[in-house]
């Protein structure tokens, strides 16, 4: 059974930084396109970031410059290091293989 898991979230001050992580069990992530979309309150889900099993990575053009997507092959894992936080940043992250498999999502909440 695939199963991703995101950690990581939590409340901070604008300016800071968060590193989001999502393990993978059940399956080898470097199989997949892994990203990371984002679902602000009353929002539809957005993408933020991808990275390709050849390397390849895209991020949204709001975060570009900010935020890094990164894979640990040991951890099987997939991370997110976002810097320069603002408020438009708040949401629920989540985690995707592929966009077949999905996980239940981290808290992010940017407040000063």
């Known amino acids: 059974q695939v199963q991703l898991v995101e950690s990581g979230g939590g409340l901070v001050q604008p300016g800071e930084s968060l590193r989001l992580s999502c393990i993978v069990t059940?399956?080898?992530?470097?199989?997949?396109?892994m990203a990371w979309y984002r679902q602000a309150p009353g929002k539809q889900r957005t993408f933020v970031a991808s990275k390709t099993n050849s390397g390849a990575t895209d991020y949204a053009d709001t975060v570009k410059g900010r935020f890094t997507i990164s894979r640990d092959v040991v951890k099987n894992s997939v991370d997110l290091q976002m810097n320069s936080l603002n408020v438009d940043d708040t949401g629920v992250y989540y985690c995707?293989?592929?966009?077949?498999?999905w996980g239940r999502g981290t808290q992010v909440t940017v407040s000063s």
């Open positions: 995707s293989a592929n966009s077949l498999f």
């Open positions: 059940g399956t080898n992530a470097n199989f997949y396109t």
